[in-house]
Protein backbone atom coordinates (compact mmCIF):
# COMPACT_ATOMS: atom_id res chain seq x y z
CA UNK A 1 0.00 0.00 0.00
CA UNK A 2 1.32 3.62 -1.32
CA UNK A 3 0.27 6.24 1.87
CA UNK A 4 0.70 9.71 1.03
CA UNK A 5 0.15 11.96 4.49
CA UNK A 6 0.07 15.59 4.27
CA UNK A 7 1.15 17.45 6.61
CA UNK A 8 1.59 21.13 7.36
CA UNK A 9 2.45 20.71 11.37
CA UNK A 10 -0.83 21.69 12.91
CA UNK A 11 -1.78 18.82 15.59
CA UNK A 12 -4.28 16.79 13.62
CA UNK A 13 -1.34 16.02 10.49
CA UNK A 14 1.13 15.34 13.20
CA UNK A 15 -1.33 13.03 15.20
CA UNK A 16 -2.17 11.21 11.57
CA UNK A 17 1.30 10.43 11.25
CA UNK A 18 1.60 8.44 14.66
CA UNK A 19 -1.76 6.95 13.75
CA UNK A 20 -0.92 5.36 10.42
CA UNK A 21 2.68 4.87 11.67
CA UNK A 22 0.65 2.56 14.68
CA UNK A 23 -1.56 1.24 12.05
CA UNK A 24 1.07 0.06 9.44
CA UNK A 25 2.86 -1.40 11.52
CA UNK A 26 2.53 -5.06 10.33
CA UNK A 27 0.84 -3.78 7.10
CA UNK A 28 3.48 -3.52 4.48
CA UNK A 29 3.52 -0.22 3.42
CA UNK A 30 5.15 2.73 1.09
CA UNK A 31 4.73 6.47 2.83
CA UNK A 32 5.72 9.75 1.30
CA UNK A 33 5.40 12.52 3.88
CA UNK A 34 4.28 15.48 1.57
CA UNK A 35 3.89 19.38 2.85
CA UNK A 36 3.01 22.57 0.53
CA UNK A 37 4.63 26.02 0.22
CA UNK A 38 2.31 28.44 -1.03
CA UNK A 39 4.02 31.36 -2.40
CA UNK A 40 1.65 34.67 -2.22
CA UNK A 41 -0.59 36.01 -4.45
CA UNK A 42 0.88 39.73 -4.79
CA UNK A 43 1.01 42.20 -7.10
CA UNK A 44 4.29 42.55 -8.95
CA UNK A 45 5.99 45.92 -7.61
CA UNK A 46 9.31 46.89 -6.49
CA UNK A 47 8.10 46.48 -2.39
CA UNK A 48 7.30 42.75 -3.36
CA UNK A 49 10.94 42.53 -4.05
CA UNK A 50 12.05 43.29 -0.68
CA UNK A 51 9.74 40.62 1.81
CA UNK A 52 8.56 37.92 -0.68
CA UNK A 53 11.39 36.30 -1.04
CA UNK A 54 11.96 36.64 2.73
CA UNK A 55 8.72 35.02 3.29
CA UNK A 56 9.21 32.20 1.01
CA UNK A 57 12.55 30.97 2.67
CA UNK A 58 10.61 31.43 5.88
CA UNK A 59 8.14 29.12 4.52
CA UNK A 60 10.67 26.80 2.88
CA UNK A 61 12.66 26.22 6.20
CA UNK A 62 8.99 25.28 8.07
CA UNK A 63 7.88 23.08 5.23
CA UNK A 64 11.74 21.21 5.75
CA UNK A 65 11.31 21.21 9.94
CA UNK A 66 7.94 19.85 9.49
CA UNK A 67 9.07 17.08 7.16
CA UNK A 68 11.76 16.46 9.74
CA UNK A 69 9.61 16.20 13.02
CA UNK A 70 6.86 13.96 10.92
CA UNK A 71 9.52 11.61 9.82
CA UNK A 72 10.88 11.33 13.00
CA UNK A 73 7.57 10.01 13.90
CA UNK A 74 8.12 7.08 11.50
CA UNK A 75 11.96 6.43 12.35
CA UNK A 76 10.21 2.66 13.00
CA UNK A 77 9.43 2.16 9.18
CA UNK A 78 11.91 1.42 6.30
CA UNK A 79 9.91 3.21 3.44
CA UNK A 80 8.91 6.74 3.82
CA UNK A 81 10.39 9.49 1.86
CA UNK A 82 9.58 13.61 2.00
CA UNK A 83 8.77 15.79 -0.43
CA UNK A 84 7.96 19.54 -0.52
CA UNK A 85 5.46 20.57 -3.06
CA UNK A 86 5.09 24.35 -4.29
CA UNK A 87 1.97 25.73 -5.60
CA UNK A 88 -1.93 25.78 -4.66
CA UNK A 89 -2.28 23.47 -1.63
CA UNK A 90 -5.18 21.11 -2.51
CA UNK A 91 -3.67 21.08 -6.26
CA UNK A 92 -0.38 20.07 -5.22
CA UNK A 93 -1.55 17.23 -2.69
CA UNK A 94 -4.01 15.69 -5.73
CA UNK A 95 -0.98 16.13 -8.26
CA UNK A 96 1.52 14.53 -5.97
CA UNK A 97 -0.71 11.64 -4.79
CA UNK A 98 -1.01 10.86 -8.62
CA UNK A 99 2.18 11.23 -9.37
CA UNK A 100 3.05 9.23 -6.44
CA UNK A 101 0.38 6.23 -7.06
CA UNK A 102 -1.06 6.70 -4.06
CA UNK A 103 -3.79 4.15 -2.74
CA UNK A 104 -4.96 6.80 0.21
CA UNK A 105 -4.49 9.87 0.79
CA UNK A 106 -4.29 11.44 4.50
CA UNK A 107 -5.05 14.45 5.57
CA UNK A 108 -5.69 16.27 8.98
CA UNK A 109 -9.56 18.03 9.15
CA UNK A 110 -8.42 21.14 10.85
CA UNK A 111 -5.04 22.46 10.01
CA UNK A 112 -3.95 25.89 10.65
CA UNK A 113 -6.38 28.53 8.90
CA UNK A 114 -8.83 30.58 11.28
CA UNK A 115 -11.44 29.35 9.11
CA UNK A 116 -10.45 25.61 9.21
CA UNK A 117 -11.34 25.87 13.04
CA UNK A 118 -14.73 26.84 12.21
CA UNK A 119 -15.83 24.57 9.75
CA UNK A 120 -13.67 21.73 8.24
CA UNK A 121 -10.60 23.13 6.68
CA UNK A 122 -11.28 23.72 3.16
CA UNK A 123 -8.22 22.17 1.91
CA UNK A 124 -9.04 18.36 3.88
CA UNK A 125 -12.51 19.09 2.09
CA UNK A 126 -11.28 19.38 -1.08
CA UNK A 127 -9.14 16.98 -0.90
CA UNK A 128 -11.62 14.56 -0.01
CA UNK A 129 -13.88 15.88 -2.80
CA UNK A 130 -11.61 15.50 -5.49
CA UNK A 131 -9.40 13.18 -5.21
CA UNK A 132 -9.60 9.78 -6.91
CA UNK A 133 -8.00 8.00 -4.45
CA UNK A 134 -9.07 6.58 -0.80
CA UNK A 135 -8.99 9.37 2.12
CA UNK A 136 -8.76 8.94 5.71
CA UNK A 137 -9.55 12.45 6.97
CA UNK A 138 -7.91 12.45 11.16
CA UNK A 139 -9.81 13.76 13.59
CA UNK A 140 -8.26 13.24 17.26
CA UNK A 141 -10.62 11.10 19.07
CA UNK A 142 -10.28 8.34 22.23
CA UNK A 143 -11.67 6.04 19.42
CA UNK A 144 -8.44 6.39 17.02
CA UNK A 145 -5.59 7.94 19.03
CA UNK A 146 -2.25 7.83 18.10
CA UNK A 147 -1.36 6.29 21.15
CA UNK A 148 -4.32 4.01 22.08
CA UNK A 149 -4.55 0.38 22.52
CA UNK A 150 -8.07 0.06 20.57
CA UNK A 151 -9.37 1.27 17.26
CA UNK A 152 -13.02 0.99 17.63
CA UNK A 153 -14.63 1.62 13.87
CA UNK A 154 -17.84 1.69 12.51
CA UNK A 155 -18.14 0.75 8.66
CA UNK A 156 -21.12 1.68 6.76
CA UNK A 157 -22.18 -1.40 4.46
CA UNK A 158 -25.26 -1.18 2.05
CA UNK A 159 -24.22 -3.81 -0.26
CA UNK A 160 -22.97 -1.51 -2.92
CA UNK A 161 -20.20 -1.14 -4.89
CA UNK A 162 -18.68 1.52 -2.91
CA UNK A 163 -19.45 -0.18 0.29
CA UNK A 164 -17.95 -3.29 -1.52
CA UNK A 165 -14.25 -0.76 -1.64
CA UNK A 166 -15.04 -0.02 2.04
CA UNK A 167 -15.06 -3.21 2.88
CA UNK A 168 -12.06 -4.41 0.99
CA UNK A 169 -9.76 -0.79 2.13
CA UNK A 170 -9.94 -1.74 5.39
CA UNK A 171 -9.76 -5.28 5.53
CA UNK A 172 -6.67 -4.69 3.54
CA UNK A 173 -4.63 -3.18 7.12
CA UNK A 174 -3.61 -5.85 9.47
CA UNK A 175 -5.57 -4.46 12.76
CA UNK A 176 -3.86 -7.19 14.24
CA UNK A 177 -6.78 -8.04 16.43
CA UNK A 178 -6.76 -4.55 17.88
CA UNK A 179 -9.82 -3.07 15.99
CA UNK A 180 -13.35 -2.93 17.51
CA UNK A 181 -15.80 -2.91 14.57
CA UNK A 182 -18.57 -2.40 14.00
CA UNK A 183 -21.14 -3.00 10.83
CA UNK A 184 -23.80 -0.56 10.06
CA UNK A 185 -26.90 -0.72 7.87
CA UNK A 186 -29.01 1.75 7.89
CA UNK A 187 -33.01 1.55 7.08
CA UNK A 188 -34.23 4.92 5.87
CA UNK A 189 -37.96 5.83 6.89
CA UNK A 190 -40.49 6.35 5.07
CA UNK A 191 -41.52 9.77 4.15
CA UNK A 192 -45.02 10.01 4.90
CA UNK A 193 -45.97 13.67 5.06
CA UNK A 194 -48.75 13.68 7.21
CA UNK A 195 -49.77 10.69 5.32
CA UNK A 196 -52.22 8.04 7.04
CA UNK A 197 -49.89 5.27 7.53
CA UNK A 198 -51.40 2.43 5.37
CA UNK A 199 -50.52 -1.47 5.84
CA UNK A 200 -48.17 -1.42 2.64
CA UNK A 201 -46.24 1.19 4.55
CA UNK A 202 -45.63 -0.62 7.29
CA UNK A 203 -44.40 -3.77 5.20
CA UNK A 204 -42.50 -1.38 3.26
CA UNK A 205 -41.12 -0.13 6.87
CA UNK A 206 -40.73 -3.64 7.82
CA UNK A 207 -39.04 -4.58 4.89
CA UNK A 208 -36.01 -1.97 4.97
CA UNK A 209 -35.20 -2.97 8.70
CA UNK A 210 -35.42 -6.73 7.87
CA UNK A 211 -32.95 -6.04 4.71
CA UNK A 212 -30.83 -3.63 7.01
CA UNK A 213 -30.39 -6.50 9.26
CA UNK A 214 -29.20 -9.01 6.81
CA UNK A 215 -26.83 -6.54 4.91
CA UNK A 216 -24.95 -5.74 8.43
CA UNK A 217 -24.63 -9.12 9.29
CA UNK A 218 -23.25 -9.86 5.83
CA UNK A 219 -20.62 -7.56 6.11
CA UNK A 220 -19.51 -8.11 9.69
CA UNK A 221 -19.17 -12.17 8.85
CA UNK A 222 -16.82 -10.10 6.02
CA UNK A 223 -14.73 -8.76 8.65
CA UNK A 224 -14.75 -11.74 11.01
CA UNK A 225 -11.36 -13.17 9.53
CA UNK A 226 -9.26 -10.19 9.73
CA UNK A 227 -10.74 -8.42 13.04
CA UNK A 228 -11.41 -10.36 16.48
CA UNK A 229 -14.20 -8.17 17.48
CA UNK A 230 -17.06 -7.47 15.16
CA UNK A 231 -20.59 -6.56 15.68
CA UNK A 232 -23.25 -6.20 13.19
CA UNK A 233 -26.06 -2.82 13.85
CA UNK A 234 -29.08 -1.90 11.86
CA UNK A 235 -30.03 1.72 12.68
CA UNK A 236 -33.91 3.43 11.56
CA UNK A 237 -33.27 6.62 10.38
CA UNK A 238 -34.45 9.96 8.14
CA UNK A 239 -31.17 10.17 6.61
CA UNK A 240 -28.51 7.70 6.23
CA UNK A 241 -25.82 9.91 7.33
CA UNK A 242 -27.30 10.75 10.32
CA UNK A 243 -27.76 7.02 11.04
CA UNK A 244 -24.15 6.25 10.58
CA UNK A 245 -23.00 8.59 12.83
CA UNK A 246 -25.74 8.10 15.47
CA UNK A 247 -23.89 4.13 15.18
CA UNK A 248 -20.63 5.50 15.29
CA UNK A 249 -21.39 7.32 18.35
CA UNK A 250 -23.33 4.77 20.31
CA UNK A 251 -19.98 2.49 19.56
CA UNK A 252 -17.72 5.23 20.77
CA UNK A 253 -15.87 4.70 17.31
CA UNK A 254 -12.76 6.87 16.63
CA UNK A 255 -13.22 5.92 13.01
CA UNK A 256 -16.15 5.75 10.22
CA UNK A 257 -15.52 4.58 7.37
CA UNK A 258 -17.83 4.93 4.25
CA UNK A 259 -17.86 4.47 0.69
CA UNK A 260 -17.89 7.02 -2.14
CA UNK A 261 -20.35 6.67 -5.60
CA UNK A 262 -17.26 7.98 -8.25
CA UNK A 263 -16.49 11.13 -9.87
CA UNK A 264 -19.28 11.97 -12.25
CA UNK A 265 -20.02 15.41 -12.58
CA UNK A 266 -22.67 15.00 -9.77
CA UNK A 267 -20.45 13.58 -7.19
CA UNK A 268 -17.75 16.23 -7.85
CA UNK A 269 -20.14 18.68 -6.59
CA UNK A 270 -21.81 16.56 -3.87
CA UNK A 271 -19.29 13.48 -3.42
CA UNK A 272 -21.71 11.56 -2.54
CA UNK A 273 -24.46 12.96 -0.04
CA UNK A 274 -24.08 9.99 2.57
CA UNK A 275 -20.10 10.43 2.61
CA UNK A 276 -20.29 13.99 2.29
CA UNK A 277 -22.12 14.07 5.06
CA UNK A 278 -21.01 12.41 7.28
CA UNK A 279 -17.58 14.10 6.50
CA UNK A 280 -18.97 17.72 7.22
CA UNK A 281 -20.42 16.67 10.45
CA UNK A 282 -18.41 13.18 11.81
CA UNK A 283 -16.48 14.08 14.86
CA UNK A 284 -14.32 11.38 14.46
CA UNK A 285 -11.93 10.32 11.67
CA UNK A 286 -13.23 9.71 8.49
CA UNK A 287 -12.47 6.81 5.48
CA UNK A 288 -13.81 7.78 2.26
CA UNK A 289 -12.94 4.74 0.27
CA UNK A 290 -12.99 4.60 -3.90
Same mark, same amino acid.
Given at each position: ?????????????????????????????????????????????????????????????????????????????????????????????????????? #?? &??? $?????? /?????? %??? @?? =????????????????????????????????????????????????????????????????????????????????????????????????????????????????? #?? &??? $?????? /?????? %??? @?? =???????????????????????????????
Amino acid at each position: MKILIAVDGSPDSMEAVKAIGRLTEKTPSQILLATVVNPPEVPIDASADLWVPQLLQQQEELAASTLDNAAALLAGHDHVTTKTCTGHVTHSILDTADEYGA #DL &IVI $GAVGHS /AVARIV %LGS @VS =DDVATHAKQSVLVYRRSEGFAAGGNDLRVTVAYDGSDSSEKALVDFANVDWSGDAIVNVVSVASRLEMFGQEITPAAIEESAKRRTDAKRLAVVGAERLKKHVATVAATMMES #DH &IGE $GIMKAA /AEHNSG %LIV @VG =DKGHGFVARLLMGSTSRYVLRHATQSVLIAR
